[in-house]
């Protein structure tokens, strides 16, 4: 098979860095859903504050929120009151918690491919890096069937076959998937396990 590398050469270093930072950064799962959450929650307070400090200032307040109420409260309560400390921690744990999701990335569903050009980018599904695996298992002489999971950058390969033992059938196996890997060329290295269910005696 002829790849990319093989037709254009090898670049240089700083392209083929340059190549891998937008490949990963194309690729990098979202995280959509907490941010959304967020930006609502926040918009529906800013949205509330707004309408209840223009109808004060307009001389009839809504009283949407219990101001006086929290005023007083406020007022004659210290920091050091247990109520003000619980929700000062809960309020510290809920930022907390949206600065872990934003910095952790999501599940992903591309595999990024490396294509050395910064100006393109290629991705695989997981269905399709499902299918490319498996077909590639499957050319091993003696598998019958085979079953792949793909979790972020690990591979488990099962295989059934109508054999009784096949000593080098795994390893059969794991070299054929790392072949086709190496075709694809992921930018991020895999790691395969190849399980083997022999026929029963």
């Avoid at 098979?1 to 700083?14: A, I, K, N, S, Y």
């Avoid at 619980?86 to 744990?93: D, N, P």
């Avoid at 997981?126 to 792949?148: F, I, K, Q, T």
């Amino acid at each position: 098979m002829t790849t990319v590398e093989e037709v254009l050469g090898r670049p240089d270093q700083g392209v083929d860095r340059r190549a891998k930072r937008v490949a990963v950064h194309t690729f990098r799962p979202r995280r959509s859903w907490p941010a959304v959450i967020t930006g609502l929650v926040i918009l529906v307070v800013a949205v509330v504050a707004a309408a209840e400090v223009i109808s004060a200032l307009a001389g009839s307040p809504l009283r949407l929120i219990p101001v006086g109420a929290a005023t007083g409260y406020a007022g004659a309560t210290t920091w050091s009151a247990p109520s003000v400390q619980i929700a000062s921690a809960v309020l510290a744990l809920i930022g907390l918690a949206l600065i872990v999701a934003a910095l952790t990335p999501g599940h992903g569903h591309w595999t990024a491919l490396r294509t050395d050009d910064p100006a393109l980018v290629v991705g695989l599904t997981r269905p399709a890096l499902r299918r490319a695996v498996a077909a590639a298992a499957h050319e091993v002489s003696g598998v019958d069937a085979v079953n792949v999971a793909v979790r972020g950058n690990r591979l488990r390969v099962h295989v059934r076959t109508g054999m009784r033992e096949a000593a080098g059938l795994p390893a059969e196996v794991t070299a054929a998937v790392e072949r086709r890997l190496e075709e694809l060329a992921p930018l991020r290295s895999m790691r395969i396990a190849t399980h083997v269910r022999y026929a029963e005696v």
